[in-house]
C-alpha cells in the first residue's frame, strides 16, 4: 500500500505505523480494531439484535433476529476472537460460558434467531433429524430401492439371496443383468445391509 509514518493512537497513546495515503484521509488513528471499536464483544453482538423478530411459533414469543451479516442459509454471523461463528452459537455462549457441544438447535426454526430460550442443545444426527422432519433438506437420504440409482427391488434383492443357496453368482448377475460384483455384494450383504436374509 506505500510508505508508512508514525503516528500515536488516537485512544490508548500507544505508537504505530499509518500508511501514508490513510493518514492524509484521516484513517488509521488507532493501533487496533479494539481502539477503534471500544465495545465489548457482547455490546457489539447486543447492538445487532432486534428484539421485536417475528413470532414463528406462538408459545415461544417474539424471535431475536440478528440484523448483522448473514450466510446464504440465514444464520448470523458474528466475529468473535477473530473467527467467525455462527451468531446462535454465539448467543449459547454469552448465556452458558461454553460453547453448545457439539450443536445449536432452533425450537423456532427460524435461522437467524439467537433468543437463548429458543435454542437446545443437540447432537449433529438430532440436527439433522430435525432439519429432514421441518421440510429444509436439500437431500433427503434414500435406501433401498428408493435410491435414485437402484436397478433391483427389495423383493428381488430377497430372492437373489434365496437363489444364491442354490445357482452361481454368474448366473444370477446374467439373470437380474448386473454385474457378478454387486450380486456377491448382496449375497454377502455389502450391499443393501437393511434387507433380511
Request: aromatic share 8%.
Amino acid at each position: 500500500m506505500g510508505p508508512s509514518v508514525s503516528s500515536v493512537c488516537e485512544r490508548c497513546g500507544k505508537p504505530t505505523l499509518v500508511y501514508v495515503s490513510e493518514a492524509r484521509r484521516g484513517v488509521g488513528r488507532h493501533c487496533s480494531l479494539a481502539c477503534r471499536h471500544p465495545q465489548t464483544q457482547l455490546e457489539r453482538f447486543t447492538s445487532r439484535v432486534d428484539q421485536n423478530g417475528p413470532i414463528v411459533r406462538e408459545e415461544l414469543g417474539p424471535c431475536h433476529v440478528f440484523i448483522g451479516q448473514t450466510d446464504h442459509h440465514g444464520y448470523g454471523l458474528f466475529a468473535i476472537d477473530g473467527r467467525k461463528q455462527k451468531a446462535h452459537r454465539v448467543a449459547w455462549f454469552f448465556a452458558k460460558g461454553a460453547w453448545p457441544e457439539p450443536c445449536a438447535l432452533h425450537k423456532c426454526d427460524n435461522p437467524s434467531c439467537v433468543r437463548i430460550d429458543h435454542l437446545f442443545e443437540g447432537t449433529k444426527k438430532q440436527n439433522t433429524a430435525d432439519m429432514v422432519s421441518k421440510g429444509r433438506a436439500r437431500f433427503v437420504p434414500h435406501y433401498g430401492e428408493h435410491h435414485g440409482m437402484a436397478k433391483l427391488s427389495d423383493l428381488q434383492v430377497e430372492r437373489i439371496r434365496e437363489r444364491a443357496k442354490l445357482e452361481t453368482q454368474a448366473s444370477l448377475a446374467r439373470a437380474y443383468g448386473v454385474s457378478a460384483t454387486q450380486i456377491c455384494a448382496i449375497v454377502r450383504f455389502k450391499a443393501r445391509r437393511g434387507q433380511a436374509a
